[in-house]
């Protein structure tokens, strides 16, 4: 990598497999960014660097955030080896960074790479505005995951000066709207969250993810603001999209940070057997990105990141991955508990249907279609989609029913 430019020949390769890609072809689209990948892999550093960054974009379409993010990194680490004159790269790297790892959700590491962003974008002698609405945008997100409001609403503002004074795409003004509301509703202000919420409109051309968001929050201002038939009519039309998009892989780090949100709500307004079936949903999401990390990690020597730093960071991502597991199989375990004993004693009654997973809330074990049961760790889903059940294995049901208090 340097400062050298891309070839024009080049560049016309690349906008071919953008056409691809949006054209919704977005396999074609990866083929294609491969091969020009490993065409000028040590041959023309300017053009690698393109065919490297255009498979970014791609990845962070496609929601696949673990390969933009190992991707972007192997972008970002060449740019510092080079120094300033590396600079219009390296802010590319860093806004993928920060926009996969707010996607991801992963804040501590956010934090790390929206300061070194912030310091790159202050020294670029002009300024570049994606990369600055990507570091609003995720700098917001990070700021609301910490609780600290105020910071989202600066960072919130100046987004929105960037948005109202530029002709930007129609996704941006969706985003300001949406994280308006977002963070109305983590301060407890549910009506003007409503307000922000009514702005996007009915929703009839939003793009199906978009509206499975503007849902699983509505469900929960509904829920807060006590008006259970609109919360209910929500969460019944963000479950059918739940349902719809549990094909597609690349979408797993939404459907698990939505579908927990909805579960939350549904829990609250006391339908109990929808936030069950939500969190069977969520649970079969959080296998695949399990398995996403793995399927990352054997790719790295094909993105030519065949290096210790990339393999470190996404074990480290899985261990936070297996943590926000922990965290949602408890909920799940409390949820079941307060549906009775003689629910629990139900679910061990109750085979799972064929072809479907079973996940013991209590002890993490898995039983494959009728498998045995094994360690949640020993078990990692083939590809596709995953159907999956939450239960109690034999011994955590013998558990719980003798905890339980006699009746009588
Ligand atoms: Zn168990």
Request: proline share 2%; with cysteine; hydrophobic share 45%.
């Amino acid at each position: 990598m340097s400062a050298q430019a891309p070839t024009d020949d080049f560049r016309e390769r690349v906008l071919e497999g953008r056409r691809m890609a949006e054209s919704g072809d977005f396999q074609a689209a990866e083929g294609h960014f491969r091969m020009l990948l490993d065409e000028t892999r040590g041959r023309h550093a300017g053009n690698h660097v393109l065919a490297m960054q255009s498979l970014i974009t791609l990845f962070g379409r496609s929601g696949r955030y673990l390969e933009a993010h190992v991707l972007a990194q192997g972008i970002a680490r060449r740019a510092r080896e080079i120094g300033q004159e590396a600079d219009v790269e390296l802010s590319f790297a860093l806004g993928a960074i920060c926009g996969a790892l707010s996607q991801l959700e992963l804040f501590e590491a956010l934090g790390a790479a929206l300061a070194d962003l912030r310091a790159v974008l202050d020294r670029a002698p002009t300024s570049r505005l994606q990369t600055e609405l990507m570091y609003h945008a995720a700098a917001g997100t990070h700021a609301r995951g910490c609780g600290d409001f105020e910071r989202a609403r600066t960072h919130q503002s100046a987004y929105r000066r960037l948005v109202e004074d530029a002709d930007v795409e129609d996704v941006f003004r969706w985003s300001l709207l949406m994280g308006q509301a977002q963070l109305a509703f983590h301060e407890g202000d549910h009506a003007r969250a409503r307000r922000h919420l009514a702005e996007l409109g009915d929703g009839d051309t939003t793009p199906m993810f978009h509206r499975l968001k503007e849902l699983s929050l509505s469900v929960g201002i509904f829920a807060k603001l006590g008006q259970t038939n609109e919360a209910r009519a929500a969460a019944h039309e963000a479950v059918t999209i739940l349902e719809s998009v549990r094909e597609q892989s690349g979408l797993a780090s939404g459907r698990i940070h939505e579908g927990s949100l909805l579960a939350g709500s549904l829990e609250q307004l006391g339908e109990l057997e929808l936030a069950t079936r939500v969190y069977d949903l969520v649970a079969a999401a959080v296998l695949i990105r399990l398995r996403q990390v793995d399927e990352c990690t054997r790719a790295l020597p094909e993105l030519g990141l065949d290096d210790d730093e990339s393999a470190a960071v996404l074990a480290h991502f899985r261990q936070r991955f297996l943590v926000e597991q922990r965290q949602l199989l408890r909920r799940v375990a409390n949820l079941l508990t307060s549906r009775g004993d003689d629910y629990v004693q139900a679910l061990l009654a109750r085979s799972a249907p064929a072809g479907m997973v079973a996940i013991c809330a209590w002890c993490e074990s898995v039983r494959p279609s009728d498998g045995r049961w094994l360690p949640i760790g020993h078990y990692i889903p083939r590809e596709g989609s995953l159907d999956l059940t939450h239960t109690a294995c034999p011994r955590c049901a013998a558990r719980v029913h003798a905890a339980w208090p006699v009746a009588g």
